[in-house]
């Protein structure tokens, strides 16, 4: 494979860049889109997968413009998509601290926190929607925190020098997605948003190359269902669940992505993930999750370990000199404030060198000791309360008496399907929005940026860009009984029947969940905080065999035979096997996609670590000159995907090495 | 080596709607005491499909209390003995070595049954479209900090909009009322100067949804609060009332 891969993806992955100073630019951009008339988009619809922050606020949005919306949504309520579960809050360019904060700087510290590895004109747009971000959640009724003078109140978040974070208490994501939601439901009770909950998507209809619907799998009654539409928006999340235990929602996924992946949208840089330093370590094998525990515990907890490895005695029992406080050890500036990718690479270096505790030594302390000596306990209960409780639910032990156990775990990818400047993918007509998009983030997201960016892609760019599409887009009727939408639904039918079609000897029916546990050993062992070129190597071919293995031996039962009220056909009625052995085979994809792109990529940068480009102290060495660009892989039928770059500029900030130590 | 336990679950299965339904017994030898009660049925689950049955349907997703998807009876209690916990937070080191677990769906005519644990919710979304927001379009807002809000007015509007629509309320109130998922949101809105133009409309347009869903009066008898696993008040539903005579 050629490192650097081919640069001819210069029309294919064109970013459709603004022209021009920065600043302002999307102003100016934006005066000069198409429009068109109220009329005529009463005549148009656009159909949205995901009903996050990212698709509620798109889908609100275009149908309050007068667009038909249709919203796909795989729960039984768009309230539950899991953006509800972010806790620490949303970042904003507003200054109201008065302590130098400007668009500027939030659009440095976007780019410097990817470690330069997004695009700058992406990035300063962001930090320009941001505050009008605030303004519309606040006029919804979003209840931010405030001051006693009724201002809104602010913090500051993941080393960041200024207050810029606005929260509401640890369930800023859950007010948020409500306010979209709420905004949503409005234009539901209007007529304007079909709402089409407990759906997957399992195939994309393209016209001519051009995006023009969905297939869907009704959770409930097992039928398929052809959505046709006039441009395709996915926001669909990120795919974090590649490992298996993360700390995203049980049943979020990539299939949305994929499946279009398969149909030619690229995918850019599918091995930057985010493993977050602080969660609850998995214990028993029947864990389904793992539990983020916010990162602002690292401003009061102390990181440390057993200097001597093995050591079996409880934590009280080790006497000072005989703990050893790496993070502060290792990095006398920031100590225990280092960014996420240094904590938890830390972290799992002392773990692999037999100093770990708990269950099979794969946690780390964090202990909150000093910080009640200095505080009291009362000052810390008032701090964490929530957080602390929703640790001692979970793991039974009390953080105020012993400390918390904790280990880094997937918790955001900044990777995902590729998109220009007007968040259209490499097939026309699909915009992808939200962290199902590679955009903002580069190798690795700031705290409190994730909010930001699913709500300015929603509320102000797709609907303004989407627009645009349209207007210069002939729009050939396309119904479900399409030639095109035909076939799609019989790849999905025969993907499906597959499944459900016992093969080769009788068998003994292995769990899907058992394949998928496998699977995110594999990858977190070999594509999570540290990779190495040959153990990279190894993976893909270890991946194609239990992908292979599964196509063998794996599938699950025909529940659909058994109920009375479905129409017959394959996989009707509710099956949850089936739903989880047609996301697992996605993964199987995305993962080799993601070795690939992680051995290709040889260099360190942001949260993607090899462990062949470090400097002598162990730090992360980018090389600006080689993997100075976006990678975007295009599928193809036969043999391995192609990996294409976009090459990145920096004009306004001269990339730089970070140094916390 | 964590501690270990064995436990009865006695399970509600159906089919489908209309089909007859009955109690399962399943024994859980020897489980790890730091699973959550949904990590057990997965853990039955997999052990039903390996042998050929059908596994247990229920609803869960982010499996952190938030997403508001899980939830059924446990013992007759809306998500368990726990307070403040929606069942995916339940632990099994809650119960004792040898107990007997009766898991059933939520019951109220206007959540019908899917499917064994699991029941269709959607009238709590049309509930809420009825009016629950303010119509502001995309673009109109004002300056963030143009429209001041008392700390304490803003906390408590908070508490109110924590509310994750998970249906214990319903579930556990012998009316299969509403009431404090209506009264939470209404009193979200009604708090704040946003939600004050609406106010009276979405009162009236909100509670006449919850009549016409099928949703009973409140019944007066305060479960609904002690199930509530965001700890809503049932002060609320007074405040209600309150506002509709407004």
Redesign the interface.
């Known amino acids: 494979m050629n490192a650097t891969g081919s640069a001819g993806g210069a029309t294919r992955h064109d970013p459709r860049g603004p022209t021009g100073p920065l600043a302002g630019a999307w102003q100016r951009h934006r005066q000069d889109l198409p429009l068109i008339s109220a009329a005529q988009k009463r005549q148009l619809r656009v159909l949205v997968v995901g009903s996050g922050l990212a698709g509620a606020?798109a889908a609100?949005?275009l149908a309050?413009q007068g667009y038909m919306v249709s919203l796909v949504t795989y729960?039984?309520?768009?309230?539950?998509?899991?953006s509800?579960?972010a806790q620490g809050g949303i970042n904003a360019a507003?200054n109201?601290a008065n302590d130098g904060d400007s668009v500027t700087r939030l659009f440095r510290d976007t780019v410097k926190g990817g470690d330069f590895r997004a695009r700058e004109a992406g990035c300063f747009r962001l930090a320009e929607l941001s505050t009008?971000i605030?303004?519309?959640?606040?006029?919804?009724?979003v209840?931010?925190?405030?001051?006693?003078?009724?201002?809104?109140a602010n913090r500051s978040f993941g080393g960041t020098l200024v207050s810029r974070t606005f929260y509401?208490?640890g369930?800023t994501g859950?007010?948020l997605l409500?306010g979209a939601v709420?905004?949503l439901?409005?234009q539901?009770?209007a007529g304007r948003i079909d709402?089409l909950?407990r759906r997957d998507l399992v195939e994309l209809v393209l016209v001519d190359g051009v995006a023009r619907g969905v297939v869907c799998r009704h959770l409930?009654s097992g039928e398929l269902e052809t959505y046709t539409a006039n441009a395709v928006v996915l926001a669909s999340g990120g795919y974090a669940n590649v490992y298996f235990l993360s700390t995203n929602?049980?049943?979020s996924n990539v299939s949305a992505l994929w499946r279009a992946y398969r149909k030619g949208a690229d995918f850019a840089n599918p091995c930057f993930t985010q493993i977050h330093p602080t969660c609850i370590p998995s214990?028993?094998a029947?864990?389904?999750?793992l539990?983020l525990m916010s990162e602002s515990l690292r401003n009061d907890g102390r990181v440390w370990l057993p200097a001597l490895p093995a050591d079996g005695r409880e934590p009280q029992a080790i006497p000072e000199h005989e703990r050893d406080y790496f993070l502060e050890r290792q990095y006398p500036t920031y100590g225990n404030m280092v960014p996420r990718d240094l904590a938890s690479r830390r972290s799992r270096e002392q773990c692999l060198a037999g100093h770990g505790v708990g269950?099979g030594g794969r946690s780390v302390y964090l202990d909150l000791a000093e910080a009640i000596a200095r505080d009291g306990k009362a000052a810390i209960e008032a701090r964490y309360g929530n957080l602390l409780e929703?640790y001692e639910?979970?793991?039974?032990q009390d953080p105020l008496v012993t400390p918390l156990r904790i280990y880094p775990a997937p918790h955001y990818t900044m990777g995902g399907l590729w998109v220009d400047y007007h968040l259209m993918s490499t097939v026309p007509g699909l915009f992808v929005l939200g962290e199902a998009n590679f955009s903002e983030h580069g190798a690795n997201r700031l705290g409190a940026s994730a909010l930001m960016q699913g709500l300015a892609d929603g509320?102000?760019i797709a609907?303004a860009t989407i627009t645009a599409w349209l207007a210069g887009q002939p729009q050939p009727e396309v119904g479900p009984d399409h030639p095109a939408c035909r076939q799609a639904r019989a790849e999905a039918e025969a993907r499906i029947a597959a499944l459900l079609a016992p093969r080769g000897a009788p068998r003994?029916?292995?769990?899907v969940?058992?394949w998928h546990r496998q699977l995110g050993q594999l990858m977190i062992d070999a594509c999570g905080i540290s990779r190495h070129g040959p153990r990279l190597e190894r993976a893909i071919a270890e991946v194609e065999d239990l992908r292979q293995a599964f196509a063998e031996e794996g599938g699950v039962?025909d529940?659909g035979a058994?109920?009375?009220?479905a129409a017959p056909g394959a996989g009707r009625?509710?099956n949850?096997?089936l739903e989880k052995a047609l996301r697992l085979q996605d993964y199987f994809g995305l993962a080799d996609l993601m070795l690939r792109d992680a051995l290709a990529r040889q260099e360190s940068c942001g949260a993607h670590f090899r462990q062949e480009y470090q400097s002598a102290a162990g730090e992360a060495q980018r090389d600006d000159v080689r993997f100075g660009h976006i990678a975007a892989w295009q599928w193809r039928p036969q043999g391995a995907p192609q990996r294409q770059v976009e090459p990145l500029q920096f004009n306004e900030i001269t990339p730089s090495q970070r140094d916390y130590r | 080596m964590s501690p270990t336990l064995s436990l009865t679950l006695r399970i509600w299965r159906q089919q489908q709607p209309g089909a007859p339904g009955r109690f399962e017994t399943h024994q859980l030898e020897q489980v790890s005491a730091d699973l959550s009660l949904l990590e057990a049925l997965d853990w039955l689950n997999e052990r039903l499909i390996a042998a050929g049955e059908r596994p247990v349907t229920f609803e869960h997703d982010c499996r952190e209390g938030i997403c508001g998807s899980c939830g059924f009876l446990v013992n007759g209690q809306a998500h368990g003995p726990q307070a403040a916990t929606s069942v995916c937070q339940l632990y099994l080191r809650r119960f004792r070595d040898g107990e007997v677990l009766v898991l059933e769906p939520w019951r109220a005519r206007a959540f019908p049954l899917l499917q064994d644990l699991s029941v269709d919710r959607s009238a709590l979304d049309r509930v809420w479209a009825a009016g629950g927001y303010c119509s502001v379009n995309t673009g109109q807002a004002p300056e963030a900090n143009a429209l001041l809000v008392g700390r304490e007015q803003a906390a408590s509007a908070f508490d109110t909009a924590t509310c994750i629509g998970c249906g214990a309320c319903v579930a556990s109130c012998r009316n299969a009322s509403a009431s404090l998922f209506v009264a939470a949101k209404l009193a979200h809105l009604g708090q704040l100067p946003q939600g004050q133009s609406e106010r009276q409309r979405r009162a009236l347009a909100m509670t006449e949804r919850m009549a016409a869903e099928g949703f009973g009066s409140c019944s007066n008898q305060l479960e609904c609060e002690a199930v509530c696993p965001k700890q809503i008040s049932a002060d609320w539903i007074s405040w209600m009332n309150r506002e509709l005579r407004r």
């Open positions: 606020s609100a949005s309050e729960h039984d309520s768009p309230r539950r998509a899991h509800v579960a507003k109201y009008a605030i303004d519309q959640c606040v006029a919804q009724g209840p931010f925190a405030r001051e006693y003078g009724g201002t809104l509401a208490r369930q859950q007010q409500y709420q905004a439901l409005r539901v009770e709402l909950p409930v929602a049980v049943k214990g028993d029947y864990q389904s999750k539990t269950p929703m639910r979970i793991t039974g509320y102000f609907p003994t029916p292995r769990p969940a058992g039962a529940l058994c109920h009375e009220s009625g509710i949850a096997e």
